[in-house]
């Protein structure tokens, strides 16, 4: 089939994105100078960029608010049923760098018991061993920890604990929910041995000096390859910019050769010797079902031709709703040091659900302590493992249109009856602490009445919810077609060298952030790569 390839578009992977995935594959598999690789970049390389490089940018919708225009996927997910119809942005990064360019910069690995689910579904693969050992792998850490051996201090991706001394307002804050959950605070919560717990110090994408770390700054940097995006020092890597993946290319046996593209106005079709891997994040989904891989009805509706009828394709979208409360403080009390405005946030915690039943000895609420505007302190929270599940299905076969996102927000009523005990048990509790350590903290919103009135409560709940952009599982990993998309290497049922690595392939959701889950996801599929290419030559 060569014949009608153009040689100067041929490679032996093609990665379509940049993102935490992405990067880590194409810097891992063009190590050995002789493999080369195309990752296409839908946006530019911005990677200098005030906006990106400044972390004073990261807290959250500062960048999407301001700068989504220049960085970002434009889009709005469909109106959510059980949030009073309201919309949500359906976005994600568009730059070199993906979304780990533009989020709120916290690195979160996923618990042990996260990951043990994940083993249970796929097998050793992906043990919690081997995410420990893959971390310390990829993770220059720059903080403190009771666990040594379970960090990393020679990786190429920054990680620093901040602040190095919390202030006042971080005392008080994380004082008074140790003394409202019970459980004593911790100095690294990805240590595998303290996943719960208050903390004053969050770990967060940056440099010593505060600049933020992204994939691109930590496997794209100038000894991978130059601005252009060629690779140096021999690397047979090429990064092509403003480069929008249309659809996978696929013979008649239903094998992945290529990738169509749009390059500043052309359509171009680049092809692959070896693999095609989707590391696009949001538009995973949808580049699967242009290119006919998906629920039939679906393709047929739009208009695409069918090539393998997988009806997972688009299903079992999980993402994290957000809440957040508001109070007073001590005037005289900073939520950071006046040295360390980089350390973004005034401590937080992750803490078990506390409705009835539920396992305590799981993430089940993460807690972020956030500086608000005048003397107020906003404490935001959201559960790590809701219930409710959302969809993604394309509109036509259009590839630049964006597809019909349904986040699923509150669909399973028991999210709403988690989050109601959040603020009944959680935050009652700590506006009580608070107060009896300086009665100048005082819970603002929602007031204690509206707390204690379920009613006014859900109304609250479904007025202020918004979105984390955490999404997952819309291509989700499983030991079979019938469940999921995805085979625990990567490998799309129903198409050969065809491969996903995103965090669209989580099998369940991740009980943190979800960036760490991409690198953690990116980095196994390439060593599995690795692996699979030495047994068959060397």
Known sequence: MLEWRNEELTFDYIVVGTGPAGAVIAKKLTDDKKTSLLALEAGDNNSNEIPIRNSLFAPPFILRDNFSAQYYWPGKGVPQAFVD???????????????S?????????PSQANMRQWEELLGPLWSPQRETALFTELENYNGKTDNPQARGYSGRLDIRQTPVKPTDMIEKLVTAMEKATGLPRILDYNDPNTPIGPFTRWQLYQIPDGTRESSDTAFLSSDIMNSEGQGVCGRKLRVSFRSTALSIILDNKRRAIGVTYLKEGKCISAYARKKVIVSAGI?????????GIGPSEILCDAGVPLIHHNPNVGKHLTTHAINTVVFSTNPEDRPLPKDDPFALYPGGAFLPDPSPGANQ???GVQVIGLPGEGNTLNIAFYLTQPKSKGSIIIQDNAPLKMPLANEGFLSNPADMDSIKNVFRVYIKRIAAELEKIDCKYQLLTPSLETIGDDGKLETYIRENLDATHHVQGSLRMAPNADSGVVDARGHVYGVENLIVADDSIAPFV???NTSAPAFFIGANIAKQLLEDSCSNYC
Do not use: K
């Open 510 to 512: 991740s009980d943190g």
């Open 85 to 99: 119809t309201r919309s949500f942005p359906w976005t994600g990064g568009r730059t070199l760098g993906g979304t």
């Open 361 to 363: 000895n799981r993430r």
């Open 101 to 109: 360019s533009v989020n709120n910069e916290q690195y979160v690995r």
């Open 283 to 291: 538009r995973s989904p949808q580049l699967l079902m242009l290119s």
